[in-house]
């Protein structure tokens, strides 16, 4: 297993939850977080280079989550602060061995490592 996300879970509206993701090898350039809602297409939540820079958001998350990278810990973190009921998904961390530019941070095809999926289930 290449990539280990954890941490979802019941949260009321307004509520927090932090995601975390393990990776088991350290030669990955890039991470992404995506989320999954029920009958909806995945989509890019947002995306840390392993430095931990050059962090870019989704515009629904901005304000809202953070996105962080422990290099020590081999870790990539997402904190959900103000969740709301739109926020419900099953949230997947990936990563990529090749570096990315432009549109491509945001595009799941383009990232060749999934962890499972870990669901978020906000109540309004």
């Known amino acids: 297993v290449q990539l280990q996300a954890s941490g979802g879970g019941l949260v009321q509206a307004g509520g927090s939850l932090r995601l975390s993701c393990a990776a088991s090898?350290?030669?990955?350039?890039?991470y992404g977080w995506f989320r999954q809602a029920p009958g909806m297409k995945r989509e890019f939540v947002a995306h840390?280079?392993?430095?931990?820079?050059?962090?870019i958001y989704a515009d629904s998350v901005k304000g809202r989550f953070t996105i962080s990278r422990d290099g020590a810990k081999n870790m990539v973190y997402l904190q959900m602060n103000s969740l709301k009921a739109e926020d419900t998904a099953a949230y997947y961390c990936a990563a990529s061995r090749r570096g990315k530019v432009g549109i491509l941070r945001e595009t799941d095809s383009s990232y060749e490592e999934w962890g499972q999926g870990t669901l978020v289930t906000v109540s309004s």
């Open positions: 840390i280079r392993s430095a931990g820079n050059m962090i």
């Open positions: 090898e350290r030669t990955f350039v890039t």
